[in-house]
């Protein structure tokens, strides 16, 4: 049976989003069913193809990182166990094959609209705004940066969650506006915390954390860290031993696919927005390939095969 890839899930459950790549459900009033598919963007656009079992990596990513978490830092994830998740909520019970090793079922929360990114490399947004102006979301940097480049201390960089299209740097002042100065400097402090968990875990195993957004949520007055967590989807990971500041860094995961959009877009096929081109089954091979060796790096063992989508059942 196993199911293939997953562009879009139809699930007996209220749906409250669909994201760039999560199918988002209800379950009761007070938590969500997050559901990853393998939809993949680049450059904010969402591919017309999926890539197999890059839901499934992200989902697992996302949980074994969430079990490491000191117990002062709450979030929100029940369960990425599918037999579970089907045992609390049997309505998914037909779904079980669909839903293994992507699906969590997590406390609902209220969104803080900030996207908390921090950079400890000068990356991306980052680095066109700083190459430009020399300054961060308004706020000037060092002089003499290249890019690429480290900064120390890391950066707490927030930016809009735009609905659509790109988010946007904002200064530090703005969320303080927004959301009060505890607030905001409650959600500096976990996101310095989580990042940091994240980089002395990785590091090791030979991969830079460039950069990473946090999304937290309220819960009955208290501040949840939600969403995925330090995947590449939400990250940069960069192969520590291929460092070399003065130009862009390749990426673990999509550098595949964005090597070939770039071409694409030179060649004058692409205009670098929707509607995306069709990609070619060699990228999708490799990406898909890029996904499952992001996980077995970073835990340290391959992704156990009764959650991949070809293992037999
Ligand atoms: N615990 C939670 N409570 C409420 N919303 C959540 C929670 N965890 C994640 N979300 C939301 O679910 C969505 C996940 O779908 P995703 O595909 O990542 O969306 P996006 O396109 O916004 O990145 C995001 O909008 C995120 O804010
Ligand atoms: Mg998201």
């Known amino acids: ?7 879009r899930t139809e699930l007996p459950l209220p749906l409250v989003r669909r994201g760039k790549v999560r199918d988002v459900y209800a379950v009761g009033d007070d938590r969500l069913l997050l559901v990853a598919s393998d939809r993949i963007s680049a450059f904010d656009v969402v591919m017309h193809e999926a890539i197999p079992a890059k839901g499934i990596v992200l989902t697992q990513i996302t949980a074994w990182w969430l079990a490491q978490l000191p117990s002062d830092i709450p979030h929100h994830l029940v369960s990425a166990d599918v037999d579970a998740i089907v045992r609390d909520v049997p309505v998914l019970a037909p779904h079980a094959a ?5 699906a969590m079922l ?14 400890g490399y000068l990356s991306g947004s980052a680095w066109k705004e700083y190459r430009a102006h020399g300054t961060l979301a308004g706020e000037r940097l060092p002089d003499g940066l290249k890019e690429s480049d480290r900064l120390s201390p890391p950066l707490f960089s927030p930016a809009t969650k735009a609905e659509t299209g790109h988010d946007e740097n904002i200064p530090v002042s703005r969320v303080i506006n927004e959301l009060g100065p505890a607030r905001a400097a409650e959600l500096e402090s976990l996101t310095r915390r989580v990042y940091a968990m994240g980089t002395a875990a990785a590091e090791p195993r030979g991969i830079i954390v460039a950069d990473t957004k946090f999304e937290f949520g309220v819960r009955h007055g208290r501040v949840l860290l939600i969403d995925e967590v330090l995947t590449p989807d939400s990250s940069r ?3 520590a031993d ?14 595949p696919l964005r090597d070939w959009l770039d071409v694409e877009r030179a060649a004058g096929r692409w205009n670098g927005d929707a509607p995306p081109p069709t990609l070619p089954d060699s990228v999708i091979a490799a990406t898909s390939a890029r996904y499952l060796d992001a996980y077995l790096r970073l ?6 095969p009764a959650l991949l989508p070809s293992s037999p059942t």
Not at 1 to 7: P, R, S
Not at 98 to 102: A, D, I, K, N, S
Not at 244 to 251: D, E, R
Request: with cysteine; charged share 20%.
């Open 299 to 304: 835990t340290g063992h391959p992704l156990d």
């Open 237 to 239: 990971f960069w192969p």
């Open 106 to 119: 997590c406390l609902r929360t209220e969104v803080i609209p900030v996207e908390c990114v921090i950079r």
């Open 1 to 7: 049976m196993g199911a293939t890839v997953i562009t």
């Open 242 to 255: 291929q460092w070399a500041p003065g130009g862009p860094q390749p990426s673990f995961d999509k550098q």
């Open 98 to 102: 669909l839903l293994r090793g992507r």
